[in-house]
């Protein structure tokens, strides 16, 4: 293993040692907390053109196995950790990390202190870096003047509608960057479902006369969408239930008149702390956000807060007053992550269920 090193726009240099694939990668730098669950994180489209720091010091005893992957094709532009191992027992494994990664022209980077390099995001937030051999002027040049894309969720979405077909109700799902999870909780449920792209318009889910309408998961900024996904989702909530997770709840409050501000450190790992308003009952939930519906522009005649994260006090939870949709900033999928949400896909089912 080759020497690399971790270079990041504000002229930090950290030194590792190179593992996965030996390409030379820029993005954005976020670092998760998570414990477990590395393959689910890397192949999440959430983290599309970024760089993922992690905090648990050692990554890959447990390989890369069928069941854990959330998009077949991840997008991540590479990973950083303290010590990564090919040690493994797992008898689900079908790969090592390293071999995973190399097939998807990933690179990682292991031995760098990444305490101290978790300490500096929290004080710069999500900053710009690189994954180079060589850390000199020419590669902080190339660094300042890669200008990374915003178009992160047509790059990721589905172009065109695909089947998951089953025997229960008839649900579509809007794919935003969409993280396979959901659409296990759905299977589970013996939803029928359909997927559709991130742009298709009220008329295109109408046609399919579903039963309820999930907006999913996804990269970016909510900012950075048409005002046509607004205009869907103003038209459905009204007709259909529905559902929206993720980049889907910030889009579900844009559309209700609310507003969405970036956070200046991101949330990304499990067991944050979350308040049910109406229960006050506390779960754990995994969070992947870089941006947070502001709570002074919520239209209090139109929607409801119905979670809270008890870190920072943002929104993590919205219910419409007149119409059955809500959505939750977290993802209630429990992949990886805590399960204490996943009923709210059941919650989902009984919406449907009391459709006329």
Not at 207 to 231: I, K, M, R
């Amino acid at each position: 293993m080759a020497q690399r090193f971790l270079i990041l726009e504000d002229g930090s240099a950290y030194p590792g040692i190179g593992f996965g694939a030996g390409a030379t990668t820029t993005g954005e730098v976020v670092f998760n907390t998570s414990m477990l669950g590395y393959q689910e994180i890397v192949t999440n489209q959430i983290y599309h053109n970024q760089i993922i720091v992690f905090s648990q010091p050692i990554i890959g005893s447990i390989g890369i196995s069928h069941d854990s992957y959330e998009s077949i094709l991840p997008t991540a532009k590479g990973m950083v950790v303290r010590d990564v191992t090919d040690i493994s027992k797992n008898r689900q494994r079908s790969l090592s990390l390293d071999q995973f990664l190399k097939q998807h022209n990933i690179p990682g980077i292991s031995g760098i202190d990444t305490r101290h390099l978790i300490r500096q995001l929290q004080q710069t937030g999500t900053i710009k870096g690189s994954i180079v051999d060589v850390a000199d002027d020419h590669a902080f040049d190339q660094l300042h003047a890669t200008v990374l894309t915003n178009q992160q969720v047509a790059q990721v979405a589905t172009p065109r509608p695909y089947p998951n077909p089953n025997q229960g109700y008839n649900v579509v799902v809007i794919d935003f960057g969409l993280k396979h999870g959901i659409l296990r909780q759905l299977s589970k449920r013996d939803c029928n479902v359909t997927v559709l792209p991130w742009d298709a318009t009220a008329q295109d889910v109408i046609n399919l006369d579903p039963d309820g309408v999930l907006l999913s998961t996804g990269p970016g900024s909510p900012l950075d969408l048409p005002e046509s996904v607004l205009d869907m989702i103003r038209t459905i909530e009204e007709r259909i239930p529905l559902f929206a997770i993720g980049l889907g709840h910030e889009l579900f409050a844009l559309a209700n008149g609310s507003e969405v501000k970036k956070l200046k450190l991101a949330h990304h790992g499990a067991n944050h702390p979350i308040r049910t308003i109406i229960t006050n009952e506390i779960i754990y939930a995994t969070e992947g956000q870089e941006y947070v519906v502001d709570p002074d522009s919520v239209d209090r005649d139109r929607l409801i807060t119905t979670y809270v994260d008890l870190v920072d006090g943002s929104i993590q939870g919205l219910r419409h007053r007149d119409y059955p949709a809500f959505s939750v900033q977290f993802f209630p999928d429990g992949a990886p992550g805590p399960n204490d949400s996943v009923d709210l896909f059941d919650e989902f089912m009984e919406t449907m269920g009391t459709r006329e």
